[in-house]
Structures are given as structure tokens and as C-alpha cells.
């Protein structure tokens, strides 16, 4: 049941619209085997006429019981679909776990700034940083609208003014920009807050 949610993400690739849930295969497969209030009894009694005419199989969520009716066809089709259903989550999680988004995440906002703070990094550090913040942005800032960079020190340095058009000129511009930065530059103890509020500032800004 694990393997199928109501995310946008299933729902896009259709998983939703399939009826690949527990609850809905359950509905295809087989029935609900029913309790009822029994007035003399004072209790709910289950019916017994299923019992060994079907495999069961009981919901550890609610508890309730279901019994097996379909045929081996239409289980094997499901099995075909599940496969079908694991192969996209495997995709997914290879696309999102590879390149800067295994370091970034996804960047989804349109409107974005990008706070550098290298601290005291050793000149290999720096450079692996600058690494990955360029693949960031050749990868994924280049599908957005608007961007900016700021790198935090005593007195913060800005790439642009405010953020600017996303495009090739301007995603190269910025990579250029960020491989001329000096390793060092002095630092205080709140000049990553200072580069944070600096690029809160710009109300078009969204993350």
C-alpha cells in the first residue's frame, strides 16, 4: 500500500487514475467480508457463509477482511501494473538523488537568491563549492525566471543589483562571476544573517 499515495507526482504519471491503492485493488479483486449488528446478541457477528470458500486477506490498518475472488489473470495484471508503478518511483528517485539535486533538492520557486557562504573553507573546499553551485545552475537555475547571488562576508558582495532574467548569458554571466570570488574574505559572525536579510529585501524573491 506504501508504494501508491494521492501525491501530485503519482497523480501525474497517472498511478492514481490506474486504481493502484490497496483499497482499490482490494475493490477489484474481491469483496468485503461484512459484520453486521446482531439486536439479540448485542454485538456485530460477521457472515461465515465465505469462510474457506475464499482466500481472505485482513487490512492491518482497520482490520477489516476481504474475500479473494479474481482470477489468476486479472492478479498477474495488477503484478504487471505494480512493476510498471515500481520502475517509475525508481526513475524518480535516480532523477532526484542525481547531478545538484542530490546536494540542492529541486529548486521549484521562480524567483530565487542564492546566499554563499564559504566561511573558512580550505582552497579545495571552496573550489568543490564553487563545483557544485555552478551545476546548480546550469541544471536547474536555467529553468526558472529569476535569480540572484550574494556572498555573505564583513561586507557581502552582490552578483546583480536584484535578481535578473534567468537566461544563457545570465546563468553563464554568474558562473563566471562566482569562479573570480577570492578564497578568502573576512567574515563575522553575522554576515550570513546580514546576506539573508539583503536578499529578503527584494520583494519578488521567493525562496
Known sequence: QSLVSSSKWLQRYGLKRNKLSLSQILSQVGFQH?????????????????????PQYERAQDGSVYNLTAKKELILHFVDCLIGAIE????????????????????????????????????????????????????QVIQISRFNLIRAAQEFTKWQQEC??????????????????????????????????????????SS
Open 34 to 54: 461484512r459484520k453486521d449488528y446482531v439486536t439479540t446478541l448485542g454485538k456485530p457477528v460477521a457472515s461465515r457463509y465465505a469462510d474457506g470458500l475464499f
Open 88 to 139: 517509475l518511483y525508481q526513475q524518480r528517485m535516480e532523477w532526484l538523488t542525481s547531478e545538484s539535486r542530490q546536494i540542492f533538492g529541486v529548486i521549484q520557486e521562480q524567483c530565487i537568491v542564492i546566499v554563499l557562504d564559504f566561511g573558512t573553507a580550505a582552497p579545495t573546499e571552496f573550489d568543490l563549492c564553487r563545483d557544485a553551485l555552478s551545476m546548480v545552475l546550469v541544471e
Open 164 to 205: 535578473t532574467p534567468v537566461s544563457e548569458h545570465t546563468v553563464k554571466s554568474a558562473v563566471t562571476w562566482l569562479w573570480k570570488l577570492d578564497h578568502m574574505t573576512a567574515v563575522s559572525h553575522t554576515s550570513s544573517a546580514e546576506a539573508l536579510l539583503e536578499a529578503m529585501g527584494d520583494e519578488a524573491v
